[in-house]
């Protein structure tokens, strides 16, 4: 089974693209939302969180998440320390949902790919772009994060110019409909090189 990496910068579409493979009946990974279950329900991950950023990192069971982000977003060490502890955890479950998958291939959706090295995993990789104004303006939308929150996290992502030159495909998610038609087209192609292995 294939893995297709799906990634893009912040709010640039990615969970909205993934929905689209999801209508094609792709299965698909959010590693994001895995990222977050797993900060819920791991109490190796809670005590490692709490051992770096302090006792104010959780209320309970439950991340504070706006705190660990006011520490990280602001500061690559810890920013580092945070993925170091996340990401391996993210990986074991996605090798175990794998198992569970039956598809031609599979979708691994992760907000940062290339910055991790995460995308030598996987057999193609996707990027979907947005100018940054009409991003900023969805998550202005969308969440109530300010413009310097938003630009702090851009700042952690690699550019749209170096991802684009390790891409497969490119999605460029402006109309929601020309986007659907993209994701059509990558899909076909995807199918199509599995044929000619
Ligand atoms: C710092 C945390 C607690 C903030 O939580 P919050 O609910 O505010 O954000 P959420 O997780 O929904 O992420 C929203 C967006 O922020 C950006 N972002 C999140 N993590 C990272 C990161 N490690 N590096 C760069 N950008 C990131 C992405 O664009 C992402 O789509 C959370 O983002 C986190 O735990 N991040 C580290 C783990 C990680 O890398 N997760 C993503 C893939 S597993
Ligand atoms: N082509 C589009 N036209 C209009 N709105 C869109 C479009 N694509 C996505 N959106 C909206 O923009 C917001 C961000 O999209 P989405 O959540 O898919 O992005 P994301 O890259 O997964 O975000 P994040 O980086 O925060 O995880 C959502 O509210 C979504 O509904």
């Known amino acids: 089974m294939k893995i297709v990496g799906l990634t893009g910068g912040i709010g640039s579409g990615k969970t909205t693209v993934a929905g689209f493979f999801k209508e ?4 698909v990974y959010i590693a994001d939302e895995a990222g977050k279950r797993l900060m819920n329900t791991s109490s190796e991950i809670r005590k490692k969180i709490i051992a770096f950023f302090g006792e104010s990192a959780y209320r309970g069971d439950h991340p504070d998440r706006k705190f660990i982000a006011s520490k990280v977003f602001n500061d690559k060490e810890q920013l580092s320390k945070l993925n170091n502890i996340i990401h391996p955890a993210v990986e074991a479950d996605f090798k175990n949902w794998l198992e569970t998958q039956s598809s031609e291939y599979v979708i691994y ?10 995308y030598e995993k996987c ?5 979907v ?3 940054k104004e009409i991003r900023i303006q969805r998550l ?10 938003i630009e702090e996290r851009m700042d952690n992502q690699w550019s749209d110019e170096r991802k684009s ?12 409909a020309e986007t659907k038609l993209q ?10 090189a599995g044929k000619n292995c």
């Open 165 to 176: 030159q390790m891409a497969d495909f490119l999605i460029n998610n402006e109309e929601l």
């Open 123 to 127: 057999d193609f990789n996707i990027l």
């Open 140 to 149: 202005q939308k969308r969440d109530d994060s300010s413009v310097k929150e």
């Open 24 to 27: 094609l009946n792709i299965p």
């Open 109 to 118: 959706e992760a907000a940062i790919l290339f910055e991790t090295g995460g």
């Open 129 to 131: 772009t947005a100018p």
């Open 183 to 192: 994701v059509e087209h990558i899909h076909d192609e995807i199918l199509k």
